[in-house]
């Protein structure tokens, strides 16, 4: 089992910036793939970004390029998703999830084994 806690969330005025962190106990975190989801009301949970064990290959759905950078750091087993320029409709809840190897499905949810509880981010315009 991998336990995950995300942190970070919060209310940001549009074009700011936030830190997501993720925290990681229970079964050797560097053993696992990472990805971030977010879910705003009424619609499905979509794919944000993904980082391999390692953290040498880092996934991103379009809408973030540019601006949003996945990072982990195994020693202190736990993951960041920097989030900056943040628009209005990346307003969601983010959550972070563990799967033992990315295949070429890493932007599916029914993918990942472990989740998070999520974290609340509010973009105002």
């Known amino acids: 089992q991998v336990q995950l806690v995300e942190s970070g969330g919060g209310l940001v005025q549009a074009g700011g910036s936030l830190r997501l962190s993720c925290a990681a106990s229970g079964r050797t975190f560097s053993n696992y793939a990472m990805g971030w989801f977010r879910q705003a009301p009424g619609e499905e949970r979509e794919f944000v970004a993904a980082i391999s064990w390692t953290g040498g290959g880092t996934y991103y759905t379009d809408s973030v390029k540019g601006r949003f950078t996945v990072s982990r750091d195994n020693a202190k087993n736990t993951g960041w998703l920097q989030m900056s320029a943040l628009k209005p409709e990346d307003t969601a809840v983010y959550y972070c999830?563990?799967?033992?190897?990315?295949?070429?499905?890493?932007?599916?949810?029914?993918?990942?084994?472990?989740w998070g509880q999520g974290t609340q981010v509010t973009v105002s315009s």
């Open positions: 999830a563990a799967v033992r190897y990315l295949s070429s499905r890493y932007n599916n949810p029914s993918e990942y084994n472990y």
